[in-house]
């Protein structure tokens, strides 16, 4: 069963800096290109940042670039968003989601979500 | 590439049907066309990829249609639980993903 874990959310001041995680079990997670896609309160689904699955190219919205960093770490079977500079409008619930398909490509899988508040 | 989806909401009773639409600015490959479903506090759900193909356990009064710049989400019946927001996605040939703004489906 594919299972995608996440952990690190939490509330940072802005400016600040947060890494969101995600544990991958189910698949062979190298095999895979990889995504975060967030939502922001009442409004809806973004994709911010992929990378493929050997983790050598990274693809970022332009809202993003600069700021958010996917990773991947493949020993561990592991996928990273590192958030820097972080600014109120990036408050938001961040997917970890598995991209899927041979000839199609879409989000088969996903996390539970992680919520980054960024607030004085 | 953007995405447009009409209606922004849908009001409509159990047992009736509904029909979705999303609309690129320009012509896209159905092969990269997905459709979500969204429910509060929950994670997004695939119902539809390559525009017409139904994803695993999703119930058959689902389908899919379309191509070019029209794409189509039809629910035959709505059931209860059918009630969520639906999101559009668009996979580009800059390795990019586009949602559209996602239309919200609600009981009249």
């Known amino acids: 069963e594919v299972q995608l874990l996440q952990s690190g959310g939490g509330l940072v001041h802005p400016g600040g800096s947060l890494r969101l995680s995600c544990e991958a079990s189910g698949f062979t997670f190298s095999s895979y290109a990889m995504s975060w896609v967030r939502q922001a309160p009442g409004k809806g689904l973004q994709w911010v940042a992929g990378?493929?699955?050997?983790?050598?190219?990274?693809y970022y919205a332009d809202s993003v670039k600069g700021r958010l960093t996917i990773s991947r770490d493949n020993s561990k079977n592991t996928l990273y968003l590192q958030l820097d500079s972080l600014r109120a409008e990036d408050t938001a619930i961040f997917y970890c989601?598995?991209?899927?398909?041979?000839?199609?490509?879409?989000?088969?899988?996903w996390g539970q979500g992680a919520l980054v508040t960024v607030s004085s | 590439i953007v995405l447009t989806q009409s209606p922004g909401t849908l009001s409509v009773s159990p047992g009736e049907r509904a029909t979705l639409s999303c609309r690129a600015s320009?012509?896209?490959?159905?092969?990269?066309l997905a459709w979500y479903q969204h429910k509060p506090g929950q994670a997004p759900r695939l119902l539809i990829y390559g525009a017409s193909s139904r994803a695993t356990g999703i119930p058959d009064r689902f389908s899919g249609s379309g191509s070019g710049t029209d794409f189509t989400l039809t629910i035959s019946r709505l059931e209860p639980e059918d009630f969520a927001v639906y999101y559009c996605l668009h996979y580009g040939s800059s390795s990019r993903f586009t949602f559209g703004p996602g239309t919200k489906v609600d009981i009249k």
């Open positions: 320009q012509s896209v490959g159905s092969t990269y």
């Open positions: 990378i493929t699955g050997s983790g050598t190219s990274t």
């Open positions: 989601v598995k991209v899927g398909g041979n000839v199609q490509v879409f989000f088969d899988y």
